[in-house]
């Protein structure tokens, strides 16, 4: 096993309207994805310029050039949810004849542009954005999402070697059959009883799990490399530590609280030679742009001064693996 030294690790939940369909209309958040479209070059800049390694976990139906490059794409076998409102593959007929909101759904130049920048990792958030935990879903059906992920993946050049469940939705049952199909880690939840079983996401965990966000109500986010384990036919789990929230539009000081709490995290996960796993979607940017950009410019420059003071290291997911098995 490896020293342990202290990392800084950051994975991303790259969606568009895929990641939220069965949530929000479409209609009340155009300007939102034109925005998180916007910032992504300018993340990427940040990221190449100051060398930070950063997973993308992608969801494949981004790959696609439009809704007929979709449709070569799509696996035999689908997600028969009991919830038919949790598929993706429904929004075909919704939206399929209006080619205007293609920029919502198909996102190839991006794809392009992240595998094009030096440090970043492309990994999946799963092909149609497949929900692990659902009623009514199989580990077949499972199976071939990830398989037309790595599919479409290939078609650019690309092996999807990490991934991210989407909702967090971690099962532990599908976990050989992502070894089986190419995953080498995925990203698992922290330890605290608010991150368990999200597919229930009862108030009382929404409430802790926000809390968290400003306010010490959890355990402590960093871990040595040590604790991870590398078992046979399986990936390897590296737990987040921390979601970067949202700008809040109306109350600062909750900003400045979570802002705040993710640079004394980081501080500690360098003082004591653990990582730090920071995570958060693209779109969560699309709200307040110039201001989420300007939290991640000082985000980086601590790591920086963490990297200079304490030797902290960039890693992706993958990166954390080779570092394990090498």
Not at 26 to 44: A, C, D, G, H, W
Not at 78 to 95: C, G, M, Q, T, V
């Amino acid at each position: 096993m490896p020293n342990n030294i202290p990392v800084f690790t950051i994975s991303l939940d790259f969606e568009l309207y895929w990641g939220i369909f069965d949530k929000v209309p479409l209609s009340e958040r155009k300007q939102y994805f034109q925005n998180t479209r916007r910032v992504i070059p300018e993340m990427l800049a940040i990221f190449e310029q100051q060398q930070v390694q950063v997973t993308w976990a992608t969801v494949g139906m981004l790959f696609a050039k439009d809704w007929t490059d979709w449709t070569t794409a799509i696996p035999a076998l689908r997600p028969s949810y009991h919830n038919d409102h949790l598929s993706a593959y429904r929004l075909k007929e919704e939206f399929g004849r209006d080619c205007s909101l293609n920029n919502f759904f198909f996102a190839p130049e991006l794809v392009e542009q992240i595998k094009q920048t030096i440090y970043q990792e492309m990994a999946t958030h799963t092909f149609a954005h497949y929900y692990c935990q659902e009623a009514g879903q199989t580990l077949d059906q499972f199976r071939q999402d990830l398989q037309a992920a790595q599919g479409i993946a290939a078609r650019q050049g690309m092996r999807l070697e990490s991934l991210v469940f989407p909702r967090n939705q971690y099962n532990e049952q599908y976990l050989s059959v992502c070894r089986e199909e190419g995953i080498k880690t995925v990203r698992s939840n922290p330890s605290d009883w608010f991150w368990k079983q999200t597919v229930e996401d009862k108030l009382s965990k929404r409430i802790f799990r926000t809390g968290d966000a400003y306010l010490p109500l959890g355990k402590r986010t960093s871990f040595p490399l040590s604790s991870l384990k590398l078992k046979e036919g399986l990936p390897l789990a590296i737990p987040a530590s921390r979601f970067l929230r949202p700008v809040n539009g109306k109350r600062d000081i909750l900003n400045k609280l979570r802002l705040q709490r993710i640079l004394s995290e980081m501080t500690v996960a360098a003082k004591r030679k653990e990582c730090y796993h920071l995570w958060w979607h693209p779109h969560n940017f699309g709200s307040f742009p110039e201001r989420s950009m300007a939290d991640l410019r000082i985000i980086i420059e601590h790591y920086k001064k963490l990297q200079e003071q304490y030797g902290m290291q960039s890693m992706s997911m993958r990166g954390i693996y080779e570092y394990l098995t090498t």
